[in-house]
Every structure is written in C-alpha cells, then in structure tokens.
C-alpha cells in the first residue's frame, strides 16, 4: 500500500516526465521559439514585422504574437498596423499540430499541419475552418527554414471556388 509520504517523493519524478513529453512533442517547431523580425512584400503592400514564438501554459502551447506595419504606399494609400495572435496546439487524438489564429479584422484560423518536409525544414498548414468570413474561403501558410537564424513564410488565400494565390510573403530573421 502506497503511503502519502510515498506519493509526494513519486510527484516530482511523473511531473518530469510529462515535462519531458510535453516538450519533445515541440521538437519539430522549436526552432521558432523566439523573438524576430522581418519585412513583407505582399498585395497590401511592404511591411516591417515584429514576431514572437513561446512556450506558454506549462509547454503545452506555441504562442505567436505578430505585428505587421504597412506605411501609407500605393498598394495601401492609408497604411494599417495588422496584428494576429496564434496558438500552436498538439492534438494528440489526430497526431498533428494544430494552429489557431485570432485577426485584429475579427477573422480566426484554424489551420491543421498538412505536411511536414522529411529534413523539417518546410511546414505547410491549411484552414480547416475560417470564421467571420463568408463560407468557402481557404488559406494556407507555409514556413520555409532558411538557416539558422531565417525563415520565410508564405501566406496565401482564396476566394470561394478559386485558387490560391499568395497575399503575402514574409522573410523574418531572428532578433540577436
């Protein structure tokens, strides 16, 4: 029979192994941990990005914080600041990451890891779900590792019944 005492001496050993697991499952996507910068060229024009990946919630989530400042130019007479807030997630049922974007434009995207390159140096995640939006939209983003320090992600989109088309692509690198 387990005593109390024996269970306490037992809680610090099962909580490092869960550590361990909840923080191998990141392994893939631990080279984004971390803050960067980057400039855009897309339809809404150039911009300069701020970004920044996290381990959140006892590492059970990737968080993504990004900021993307578009002067007034031609493709965007007004400029705008857009920013979006995401969670990477690991649904252990389904085997796969799962990322959550929430838009300052009220738009929320829910994207599944579709395909993953065998050396892990291109993930592409796809809309399983697009909400304030009207049905039939699809978006894809695709994050390329460049070396080390650099990675280019593409953002592409499409209206219902068309295909998808870039909208914008961002090369970050990362903040010394």
Do not use: C
């Not at 007004?78 to 738009?107: N, T």
């Not at 993953?116 to 590792?145: H, L, M, Q």
């Amino acid at each position: 029979m387990l005593t109390w005492f024996t269970i306490v001496l037992m809680l610090p050993a099962v909580s490092f192994s869960q550590a361990d697991r909840s923080q191998a499952v990141w392994e893939p996507l631990k080279f984004f941990v971390g803050s960067w910068e980057g400039t855009g060229k897309g339809q809404p024009g150039s911009s300069k990005v701020e970004r920044e990946y996290q381990l959140v919630l006892g590492d059970k989530f990737l968080q993504v914080k990004n900021k993307s400042i578009y002067p007034p130019q031609k493709e965007n007479p007004k400029g705008e600041v857009h920013e979006d807030w995401g969670l990477f997630s690991y649904d252990r049922e389904r085997k796969q990451f799962v990322l959550r974007q929430f838009h300052i434009e009220g738009f929320v995207n829910q994207y599944r890891l579709d395909h993953a390159s065998s050396e892990g140096k291109t993930f592409t995640f796809v809309t399983e779900s697009i909400e304030n939006i009207a049905s039939g939209w699809r978006a894809r983003e695709t994050y390329r590792i460049v070396n080390a320090n650099e990675f280019i992600e593409t953002f592409e989109l499409a209206a219902p019944g068309k295909d998808l088309e870039v909208y914008v692509e961002t090369h970050f690198k990362r903040k010394k």
